[in-house]
């Protein structure tokens, strides 16, 4: 029977693109994806590859900040390997904050004048006040999941798609692999990427839970209408080259309910065109929500479970395409026995089995 060096389950990005970085270290590598890969909170996510100390929380900061700084190269490579187009963006962010947000010494040295916001973004409401610039990029989810699958179908990564992973399996020398609702696979190392299921795959019952969030997108009446992301308290919206607009994104505790509400699909509309009114005339492409991976205390859990040679790399929340290269690295560290550049304590699985056991 075929064997695998490590079984991966998921095949979001976070799976995809550790499956690659494996395979670069010449490991045997199958993913098992519960549906088809890249289709879940993947496929939902909007894209801003958000490094900003006032909304990303302080234990995450410096591992997202080295994610951030690995994107060009994460990008370029899968563009190159795949030959598809991935559509990261760098213009960066303009930001209209929230009143309690106003005071925040973070983001002083970040205030934008009225005559550059307009000589940047002419189409913005003359109504917006307080505009500040942050510098981060922005990708297409789709595209850049699509290109991941596509770079490690050819490096060699093996899938079982529509395969929905119900147990790890043990042996007395530790992991022996896993069983499906289909069969069962055989591998020395197991890593759970299963994001929002994470916890539903026995013997380990992580703490995630999944957090829902809508997004509307449309069409622009241009396609140089808008360059940088913008974001405000009621809504952002994020370019891509093609001419699409996204609109989101609601928070929602909703259970694994993937259904779009109207009501907030006008609301997402509405607040578009207060921020840029020639969006009246823009054209609604699609609607859709995706379920992301949420943890107790909002950060991901990384690392090595208590049970040997069994890993863990789910929770990622908003931050799972963000997070996806460096997750990669530090965890192909961890399978290989390797001590991380990255300090992964915070992220620890142990955090959470501490807590129920005491």
Not at 106 to 113: C, E, H, K, T, V
């Amino acid at each position: 029977m075929k064997s695998w060096d490590v079984i991966i389950v998921g095949g979001g990005i976070i799976g995809l693109s550790l499956a690659i970085a494996l395979r670069k270290r010449d490991a045997r590598v199958l993913i098992v994806e519960r549906g088809e890969p890249g289709r879940e909170a993947s496929h939902a996510a909007g894209g801003m590859l958000v490094d900003c100390p006032l909304e990303t929380p302080p234990a995450l900061q410096l591992l997202a900040s080295a994610s951030a700084r690995m994107y060009p190269e994460f990008a370029h490579e899968l563009e190159v390997e795949s030959g598809m187009k991935v559509d990261l963006r760098s213009h960066g962010t303009i930001l209209f904050l929230s009143r309690e947000h106003l005071s925040s010494t973070q983001l002083r040295d970040a205030a934008l004048s009225r005559v550059l916001l307009e000589e940047w973004e002419p189409a913005i409401s003359r109504t917006m006040s307080d505009p500040f610039y942050v510098k981060e990029r922005s990708v297409d989810p789709r595209a850049l999941t699509a290109a991941a699958f596509k770079t490690a179908k050819n490096r060699g990564v093996d899938f079982s798609s529509g395969d929905l992973v119900t147990a790890v399996n043990f042996s007395d020398a530790g992991v022996s692999g896993v069983t499906t609702t289909k069969t069962s696979f055989l591998a020395a190392k197991v890593v759970n990427c299963a994001g929002a299921w994470a916890g539903e795959i026995a013997p380990h019952k992580f703490p995630t839970r999944p957090v829902k969030g809508q997004m509307l997108c449309l069409v622009m009446p241009s396609r140089t209408l808008l360059k940088h992301v913008i974001r405000s308290p009621k809504a952002y919206l994020i370019p891509r080259s093609d001419g699409r607009l996204l609109v989101g994104a609601t928070v929602e505790e909703a259970g694994f309910d993937k259904r779009t509400d109207p009501s907030t699909m006008k609301n997402f509309q509405k607040s578009a065109v207060e921020l840029v009114p020639e969006l009246a005339n823009a054209k609604i492409l699609e609607d859709w929500a995706g379920l992301r991976p949420g943890t107790p205390d909002g950060l991901p859990i990384l690392g090595a479970t208590s049970t040997p040679s069994y890993y863990v790399a789910t929770g990622h929340f908003r931050d799972g395409i963000l997070l996806a290269p460096i997750t990669a690295k530090v965890m192909a560290d961890v399978i290989e026995g390797r001590r991380p550049e990255q300090d992964l304590s915070p992220f620890s699985p142990q955090r959470f089995t501490q807590r129920l056991a005491s």
